[in-house]
């Protein structure tokens, strides 16, 4: 006991370095996990989280008996499988072809280029889109459609585009970076196994489909397993920025965290707000659960714990 | 003459491969020639890739009359300046604790850490944390302090393991002979030799700053305080928010009408993205690196 004293104490400038970013983590992290009981209560500014009054399981059944609770869930959830769907493909597919690449200059601007996108943040690619989609002065409406004689389209009143224009504007921003993950995990296969299919005669894509996707499988269902897990949150700045928040195309745009923000801070409804929350984190970590039994199952050494 | 011979598959990979280079940089290039456009002719023409009557107009807009995007760009330099710098300083000492394996409760502390990444409160207790009992409402301390920009557990847990897999112990062990301190070892032995990491993390501390909007989203109803990208937020949706703000004043506004403001918020736009774009090419590596190290767990 006096031996391991002496020892926290010898080591005690390490805590004294940790405390900040501990502290920092515990407020931010941490106290808000006390709150999601207001999710359990008649919220009222007045009284505060812990003084309002409980209201049991209301905010749940009111937000589970409105049909928005089954059109944030499905949004959420099918837009996701499109990004991982489309992102895997690309990602592998420009992987691939990267790993062709054999001068070094060309590969390094390339690789810039299509990581460019994911730098950007989510206010400027709202003006990009909106650059592409304005009804008065788009590029769509005005470079394309009027010059063939068609008559032009309000964009951001018709909701049975987004469901193309939002997977567009994803790949857009993040197919550069699941490319990169790939690229690194292409290049580290071992040259000999490629040499032998040579010698073999294998063209390149029997190359392709026998040495590099079966030596990458790991890594994809790794890639995917990860992305499943987060497959109940979805990337509010698409969905609230790109489509610039308009009411007009909520039924294909809305989605759990935009409905939460806008419960929130433009209805002013903190009770429904955070049943809607607290469903997503309870919900969402179940999955990050079953995900990594999954994982564990398929490949112990990438569970996440 | 050698070089004749092409590579059949490498000229598939080129010509794909340029395709996607112009499916990223061209979305990027109209928001550029749009802001380098007429603006009468934008209202006439709409954007366009190659504007029928170039203009500096916008820039030149943006020059004189500017005031509140120079304060939104300052505020943008200075929370991204000391947000990266102390974000960085916090992340790399926990992350070097925790990369001391003979620290009793480093076990504890490593789990706390890896559970901020699976599971939060949500924005509703979150939010009301930061304005009911934090008070960070308009204040310069909602820019910088929610939303784990400043400390993530995701870049601790990667610092951790840089640290684990490349800090020689022998290193530490001697200096410790040697009677060096804790502080001494970390500041002046661990830090010089740790700088690819170092500049990846800072890279990832400093792009979450510089793009953030949602705090100033949630935390800010004065304008004064908005970071560009909480102006550039605003101004899309509200194009009164920036004739009002820019002219600052009434008599100013009758002014309105030689304002282009079709190809202004293009500009500012283009400003917003200027500094990436420029130091990103000489951080690809450190950043294609952070991102494909994979062991990153609890």
Redesign the interface.
């Known amino acids: 006991m006096y031996k391991?004293l002496k020892?926290?104490k010898k080591?005690l400038?390490?805590?004294i370095?940790?405390l900040?970013?501990?502290v920092?983590?515990f407020?931010?992290?941490?106290?808000?996990?006390?709150?999601?009981v207001?999710?359990f209560k008649d919220f009222d500014?007045s009284k505060?989280?812990y003084g309002s009054d409980w209201a049991g399981f209301r905010n749940f059944l009111f937000l589970f008996k409105n049909s928005v609770a089954f059109i944030i869930t499905r949004n959420t959830i099918l837009y996701n499988v499109a990004f991982i769907i489309i992102n895997t493909f690309l990602g592998i597919?420009?992987a691939i072809?990267?790993s062709?690449?054999?001068s070094k200059k060309?590969l390094?601007?390339?690789?810039?280029?299509?990581?460019?996108?994911y730098?950007?943040?989510?206010?400027?690619i709202?003006?990009?889109v909106?650059?592409?989609l304005?009804t008065?002065?788009?590029?769509i409406?005005?470079?394309i459609l009027?010059p063939l004689g068609k008559s032009t389209i309000s964009w951001y009143n018709e909701s049975k585009y987004w469901p193309i224009i939002l997977p567009i504007v994803n790949t857009?921003k993040s197919?550069?970076?699941q490319a990169?993950?790939y690229y690194?995990n292409v290049i580290s296969i071992d040259k000999s196994y490629y040499e032998a299919a040579q010698l073999d005669g294998a063209s390149?894509l029997q190359q392709v489909r026998y040495i590099t996707l079966v030596l990458l499988k790991p890594v994809i269902i790794m890639m995917i397993l990860l992305a499943v897990g987060k497959i109940f949150y979805s990337d509010?700045?698409l969905f609230y920025?790109v489509t610039?928040?308009s009411g007009a195309i909520y039924s294909t745009t809305n989605t759990i965290?935009t409905y939460?923000?806008r419960t929130?801070?433009q209805t002013g409804d903190?009770g429904m707000?955070?049943a809607a929350?607290?469903y997503?984190?309870v919900v969402g970590?179940l999955i990050?659960l079953i995900t990594n039994l999954l994982l564990r199952k398929i490949s112990p050494e990438d569970s996440?714990? | 003459m050698k070089r004749m011979k092409v590579?059949k598959?490498?000229l598939?990979?080129?010509i794909?491969?340029i395709c996607?280079?112009l499916?990223?940089?061209l979305?990027?290039l109209?928001?550029v020639t749009?802001s380098l456009s007429d603006n009468d002719s934008?209202?006439r023409?709409?954007?366009?890739?190659w504007p029928k009557e170039w203009s500096l107009g916008a820039y030149r807009y943006m020059a004189t009359q500017g005031q509140t995007i120079f304060r939104a760009y300052g505020i943008s330099i200075l929370t991204t300046f000391i947000g990266t710098i102390s974000g960085l300083m916090?992340?790399a000492?926990?992350g070097?604790?925790?990369s001391?394996n003979?620290?009793?409760g480093r076990k504890i502390?490593n789990f706390?850490?890896?559970f901020?990444l699976?599971?939060?409160?949500?924005?509703?207790?979150?939010?009301?944390?930061y304005v009911?009992t934090?008070h960070v409402k308009n204040t310069i301390f909602a820019l910088l302090?929610?939303?784990?920009i400043?400390?993530n557990?995701f870049n601790?847990l990667l610092v951790r393991t840089y640290f684990n897999n490349n800090t020689p112990k022998e290193l530490i062990e001697s200096a410790m002979v040697d009677g060096a301190?804790?502080?001494r070892i970390?500041f002046s032995i661990i830090m010089p030799i740790s700088k690819p990491i170092l500049a990846t993390v800072g890279l990832l501390i400093g792009?979450g700053y510089?793009?953030?909007?949602?705090n100033g989203l949630?935390y800010l109803t004065n304008t004064k305080l908005f970071s560009l990208?909480n102006y550039?937020?605003r101004i899309?949706?509200d194009i009164q928010f920036m004739t009002q703000s820019m002219a600052g004043s009434a008599e100013a506004a009758n002014a309105l009408g030689k304002m282009p403001t079709?190809t202004v918020?293009?500009a500012i736009?283009v400003i917003?993205?200027l500094p990436?774009?420029m130091i990103?090419?000489f951080f690809?590596s450190y950043?294609?690196r952070g991102?494909?190290v994979g062991a990153v767990?609890?």
Not at chain 1, 108 to 117: A, D, G, R, S
Not at chain 2, 118 to 129: E, H, Q, R, S
Not at chain 2, 210 to 214: A, M, T, V
Request: a positive charge; one cysteine or more.
């Open positions: 391991r020892k926290i080591l400038p390490l805590y370095m940790a900040p970013a501990l920092y983590l407020i931010n992290n941490y106290l808000p996990l006390t709150g999601m207001v999710a500014y505060g989280i597919l420009v072809l990267l062709e690449v054999t060309a390094k601007v390339y690789q810039t280029v299509i990581l460019l996108p730098l950007f943040s989510i206010v400027i709202s003006y990009l909106f650059a592409f304005s008065d002065v788009g590029f409406n005005k470079g009027e857009w197919f550069g970076f990169t993950i690194a390149k509010f700045g920025q610039q928040n965290d939460v923000y929130l801070i903190v707000s955070a929350g607290v997503q984190s970590f990050v996440l714990f | 590579n598959s490498a598939v990979a080129h794909v491969l996607f280079v499916f990223c940089t979305p990027t109209l928001l749009s934008v209202f023409n709409g954007y366009s890739f916090l992340t000492m926990l070097y604790t925790l001391r003979e620290l009793p502390i706390l850490v890896f901020t699976l599971f939060n409160g949500g924005m509703v207790p979150t939010y009301l944390l009911n934090l302090l929610p939303n784990n400043l400390v557990g601790v301190k804790e502080f970390f792009i510089w793009n953030d909007w949602y949630l990208q550039l937020n899309l949706l079709i918020r293009m736009a917003g993205i990436l774009m990103f090419p690809q950043f294609a991102m494909t767990k609890g």
